[in-house]
């Protein structure tokens, strides 16, 4: 029995108005019979990308990429189901060796570099933020929720009420930040910087916070794995005076595929800490932990939890309490709701010091901190002048237990403004 030769398929091509899944279904029916035409499989790739079939369609193409490597029509639809597909960068190879080609007419070509510009543009993306807001804080300057302290002299306590400087002082801020987040993508790594200056001010002078941070990470990921390492620095002046500066390096590795709903992650954290005013508390501090992040295609909520392990090694032998260790535990979801998103974070931390703190503290015990705290916000995009910005809506409560009293403290604070993108 003779085999039934492929048809021409050129008299098979669409009109502007011809059902590409009709065409789809008889291109099918001729598929024994074209098995070696680079033209059909050209031809069906093209159907099965018109109506969406993306895995179908990137194999169709291939197919008459192989049997024919010169078919232009084949690799420019090939690029495009590549790029529709979320592979960017294998996508843009097709547009390197398409513009390769010195036989294409120039109209063409044209609209090919078009197409690769475009694609670029989205290997890089910088954003820019501003936010303002105003609230109110029951605790400004973070302190102690006790107004006398207890010490102890010869095994017999004494109380001592605190001066009006070192009691909490409540009352209404304003908050302002600007940040930046650049992003460049490469074909097996994510490079990423990100900065923000934030301030915080109120009719408490000695109160004003203003904190610059900065940080750089490069990320390398495959379907079943990724690494990710991090630079980062951390700048708080408090009242107009440097109080505090952290460097950092984060390493975080994510374990399993990317694809399922669930990934485990290893984290690492060292951080070098500088107290301008009281250098004696310098220290080093280092973190070790591991988590799970999941998503719910279903509800879009997103939820991750993570356990950490602490040691804050002092830098002088005379640190208040020495050493420390402890652990620390952070529960982040987001969900959208009521026309915007609610995402919320929980911390539970626990750190107990070495060494006694002091003699004149419940007769030099330990100091042992506990400290839990919340954060939630609701943010709602909504138009003003033309213009996409977000509302928000963010509530913290932070309470810290200790068994010396001087270091129990609790801060309860709210605030709506606005965050502007562009």
Request: hydrophobic residues 40%.
């Given at each position: 029995?003779?085999?039934?030769?492929?048809?021409?398929?050129?008299?098979?091509?669409?009109?502007?108005?011809?059902?590409?899944?009709?065409?789809?279904?008889?291109?099918?029916?001729?598929?024994?019979?074209?098995?070696?035409?680079?033209?059909?499989?050209?031809?069906?790739?093209?159907?099965?990308?018109?109506?969406?079939?993306?895995?179908?369609?990137?194999?169709?193409?291939?197919?008459?990429?192989?049997?024919?490597?010169?078919?232009?029509?084949?690799?420019?639809?090939?690029?495009?189901?590549?790029?529709?597909?979320?592979?960017?960068?294998?996508?843009?190879?097709?547009?390197?060796?398409?513009?390769?080609?010195?036989?294409?007419?120039?109209?063409?070509?044209?609209?090919?570099?078009?197409?690769?510009?475009?694609?670029?543009?989205?290997?890089?993306?910088?954003?820019?933020?501003?936010?303002?807001?105003?609230?109110?804080?029951?605790?400004?300057?973070g302190a102690p929720d006790n107004d006398r302290v207890e010490l102890t002299l010869s095994g017999e306590p004494i109380y001592l009420a605190l001066s009006e400087e070192f009691?909490?002082?409540?009352?209404?801020?304003?908050?302002?930040?600007?940040?930046?987040?650049?992003?460049?993508?490469?074909?097996?790594?994510?490079?990423?910087?990100?900065?923000?200056?934030?301030?915080?001010?109120?009719?408490?002078?000695?109160?004003?916070?203003?904190?610059?941070?900065?940080?750089?990470?490069?990320?390398?990921?495959?379907?079943?794995?990724?690494?990710?390492?991090?630079?980062?620095l951390n700048h708080l002046s408090f009242a107009g005076q440097n109080f505090f500066t952290g460097t950092d390096f984060v390493q975080r590795i994510r374990i399993g595929s990317?694809?399922?709903?669930?990934?485990?992650?290893?984290?690492?954290?060292?951080?070098?800490?500088?107290?301008?005013?009281?250098?004696?508390?310098?220290?080093?501090?280092?973190?070790?932990?591991?988590?799970?992040?999941?998503?719910?295609?279903?509800?879009?909520?997103?939820?991750?939890?993570?356990?950490?392990?602490?040691?804050?090694?002092?830098?002088?032998?005379?640190?208040?309490?020495?050493?420390?260790?402890?652990?620390?535990?952070?529960?982040?979801?987001?969900?959208?709701?009521?026309?915007?998103?609610?995402?919320?974070?929980?911390?539970?931390?626990?750190?107990?010091?070495?060494?006694?703190?002091?003699?004149?503290?419940?007769?030099?015990?330990?100091?042992?901190?506990?400290?839990?705290?919340?954060?939630?916000?609701?943010?709602?995009?909504?138009?003003?002048?033309?213009?996409?910005?977000?509302?928000?809506?963010?509530?913290?409560?932070?309470?810290?237990?200790?068994?010396?009293?001087?270091?129990?403290?609790?801060?309860?604070?709210?605030?709506?403004?606005?965050?502007?993108?562009?």
């Amino acid at each position: 029995m003779l085999a039934v030769a492929c048809p021409d398929i050129r008299l098979l091509y669409p009109e502007e108005d011809r059902d590409w899944s009709e065409l789809q279904e008889e291109l099918l029916q001729l598929f024994d019979q074209c098995l070696s035409s680079s033209e059909y499989f050209a031809l069906l790739g093209a159907a099965e990308l018109t109506i969406g079939n993306l895995s179908q369609a990137i194999q169709s193409l291939e197919r008459a990429l192989l049997l024919d490597p010169d078919n232009g029509a084949a690799l420019i639809d090939y690029g495009e189901a590549l790029f529709e597909d979320g592979q960017l960068f294998a996508a843009l190879e097709t547009s390197t060796l398409l513009e390769a080609r010195e036989n294409m007419p120039e109209g063409l070509r044209e609209q090919i570099v078009e197409r690769r510009l475009r694609w670029e543009k989205l290997t890089r993306r910088t954003l820019w933020q501003a936010e303002l807001s105003g609230g109110y804080d029951n605790n400004l300057n973070g302190a102690p929720d006790n107004d006398r302290v207890e010490l102890t002299l010869s095994g017999e306590p004494i109380y001592l009420a605190l001066s009006e400087e070192f009691r909490s002082v409540s009352g209404a801020l304003f908050n302002t930040s600007l940040s930046v987040d650049h992003m460049r993508l490469a074909p097996d790594l994510q490079h990423r910087w990100y900065g923000r200056v934030r301030g915080r001010f109120s009719e408490d002078d000695a109160s004003d916070v203003v904190q610059l941070t900065s940080r750089y990470s490069r990320t390398k990921e495959t379907r079943r794995s990724a690494s990710a390492q991090g630079l980062g620095l951390n700048h708080l002046s408090f009242a107009g005076q440097n109080f505090f500066t952290g460097t950092d390096f984060v390493q975080r590795i994510r374990i399993g595929s990317s694809l399922s709903a669930c990934e485990m992650f290893l984290s690492g954290a060292a951080q070098h800490q500088v107290w301008h005013l009281q250098r004696q508390l310098d220290g080093v501090e280092l973190r070790a932990g591991a988590g799970i992040f999941c998503r719910n295609n279903h509800n879009a909520l997103s939820y991750s939890i993570e356990m950490s392990a602490l040691k804050n090694i002092a830098r002088e032998d005379f640190r208040l309490g020495g050493d420390r260790g402890g652990w620390l535990a952070r529960m982040q979801w987001g969900l959208p709701a009521l026309g915007g998103v609610i995402s919320s974070q929980i911390e539970i931390a626990s750190i107990l010091d070495d060494q006694g703190y002091s003699v004149l503290l419940d007769n030099d015990a330990r100091r042992r901190v506990s400290r839990a705290s919340i954060f939630f916000q609701y943010q709602r995009p909504v138009s003003i002048l033309g213009r996409d910005v977000d509302i928000l809506v963010n509530l913290f409560h932070q309470e810290q237990k200790s068994n010396l009293k001087l270091f129990e403290v609790d801060d309860l604070a709210a605030a709506l403004g606005a965050r502007l993108s562009f």
